[in-house]
C-alpha cells in the first residue's frame, strides 16, 4: 500500500478486494461517512475492472438517532446511483435504551445488515473499518482488561449472524481514504458523535495525538493488535489439540454434556486450560458468552479443589466442587470435571 496521505490507486484497490472476486454479491455497508463512502467508491471502481464479478449493494442503517441521518441516508443513495449500484436503506424502529446506546445500535446495525445481505443473496458484508478503528479498539479492549482473544482487536474476516464480515481497509489509514475521496471529488458527511466525548471511543480518539508523540501511533497499535492476533490463533491451535486428546477418555453423562480426567486437565497450561472451559461452557450453557474474569475465578477453585484431592485414596472424602456459570452446571467429582446445561431456575411464587 502507498503513502499514508497518498490517494488509493486502481492498482492498489484490486489487491483490496482480491479476496472477494468469486462471491455471488456483496453487501456494502455505507453510512455516509469518509470511510463508508470510500469503500463505496472504491468497491464500484475496482467491480468496473472485472469482466465478471460480485453484484455490489449498498446498505445505510438509519438508526434514527440524529434528525441528519435520513438526509445522508439520501446522500448514499444519489452517490451510488451515480456509480450504478443499487442502494436500501433499513431503519432502527422501536424504542431505544437510555444507556448503552452505542453498543445498542451496533448490534441493531449488523442485524440489519445480515437481513440485507441474505435478501439479495450475498454472502459477505464489507464495512469500512480502517487502521485508525484497530487502534482504537486495541486500546478499549487493553482498558477494560481483555485477554488476548479481545486485544486481537477486529478481524479481517468473521462471521456474524450467519454472513461472513469482511474488513478490507482495516490496513488502510483513514488520512489515506480522505485523500482519495478529496482526489475523485466526492463529498462526504460529518457525524458530529465521532467527536461527542461522552462516549468511550471519541475520548480515546483524542488522546491518540499524546499517545503518538510516545511511539504509541496508529500504525504500531495496529501492528500490535496483529501480532496479538498470531499469538491468539497459535493458543487456538493448541486448545484443539487438548481438547482432542481429552476427548479421547471422555465419560459424558447427559446430552450435551463436557467431560475431562482433573489430573490430565491440570497438566495443561493456564491459558488453553481457560479456553476448554469457556468452549465447554458457552457449548452448552444458555446465559450467552460467559466472561473471561469468571472463568479465570472458576479455574482458580477447580486447581485449589483438584489439589486437595491430590494423595487422597478414597474418593468419598477428596474435596467437590459443584457451581454454575453462563447457564451451565460445572462439578468435580471423583477425578473428573462435569460441565453440563444447569437446572432450569424456579420462579419464587409471589405471596398469595
Known amino acids: 500500500m502507498s503513502d499514508d496521505n497518498s490517494p488509493i490507486s486502481v492498482r492498489d484497490a484490486k489487491r483490496l478486494f482480491a ?31 472485472l469482466a465478471r464479478g460480485p453484484r455490489l449493494v449498498a446498505v445505510t442503517i438509519d438508526h434514527r438517532l440524529r434528525p441528519e441521518a435520513a438526509r445522508e441516508a439520501l446522500d448514499v443513495k444519489r452517490l451510488a446511483r451515480s456509480l450504478d449500484l443499487p442502494h436500501r436503506t433499513m431503519r432502527w424502529t422501536g424504542a431505544k435504551p437510555r444507556r448503552g446506546v452505542p453498543a445498542a445500535a451496533r448490534e441493531e446495525r449488523y442485524r440489519l445488515l445480515a437481513k440485507a445481505a441474505r435478501a439479495v443473496g450475498a454472502t459477505y458484508v464489507l464495512t469500512a473499518h480502517t487502521r485508525d478503528d484497530q487502534a482504537e479498539t486495541l486500546l478499549m479492549r487493553l482498558l477494560r482488561g481483555s485477554g488476548i482473544a479481545g486485544l486481537s482487536a477486529m478481524a479481517r474476516l468473521s462471521q456474524r449472524d450467519g454472513i461472513a464480515l469482511a474488513r478490507p481497509l482495516l490496513d488502510v489509514s483513514k488520512a489515506q481514504l480522505i ?9 462526504f458527511a460529518d457525524d458530529p ?13 483524542a488522546l ?26 497459535a493458543v487456538e491451535v493448541l486448545t484443539d489439540g487438548a481438547e482432542r486428546f481429552l476427548a479421547r477418555d471422555r465419560s459424558n453423562h447427559g446430552s450435551g454434556a ?20 469457556m468452549r465447554a461452557i458457552d457449548a452448552v450453557g444458555y446465559e450467552g458468552p460467559v466472561e473471561l474474569g469468571k472463568v479465570e475465578n472458576l479455574l482458580a477453585t477447580l486447581d485449589c479443589t483438584i489439589a486437595g484431592s491430590v494423595g487422597r485414596s478414597d474418593t468419598r472424602s477428596a474435596p467437590r466442587l459443584k457451581q454454575t456459570l453462563a447457564g451451565a452446571l460445572i462439578s468435580l467429582a471423583k477425578g473428573r470435571i ?14 398469595a
Do not use: C, H, M
Open 193 to 205: 458523535t465521532n467527536r461527542d466525548e461522552a462516549y468511550t471511543r471519541p475520548r480515546l480518539r
Open 179 to 187: 485523500a482519495t475521496l478529496k482526489q475523485a471529488r466526492i463529498g
Open 258 to 277: 463436557r467431560s475431562f480426567d482433573a489430573d490430565a486437565f491440570s497438566t495443561l497450561p493456564e491459558e488453553v486450560r481457560l479456553r476448554l472451559l
Open 338 to 351: 462435569q460441565i453440563e446445561p444447569a437446572p432450569a431456575r424456579r420462579r419464587s411464587r409471589s405471596p
Open 19 to 49: 479476496d472477494l472476486k468469486s462471491a455471488p454479491a456483496l453487501v456494502l455497508a455505507v453510512s455516509g461517512g469518509p470511510d463508508s463512502v470510500a469503500l463505496l467508491w472504491l468497491a464500484a471502481r475496482w467491480r468496473r475492472t
Open 208 to 233: 491518540l495525538p499524546a499517545l503518538a508523540a510516545e511511539g504509541g501511533n496508529v500504525r504500531n497499535l495496529a501492528r500490535l493488535a496483529g501480532r496479538l492476533a498470531r499469538a491468539n490463533a
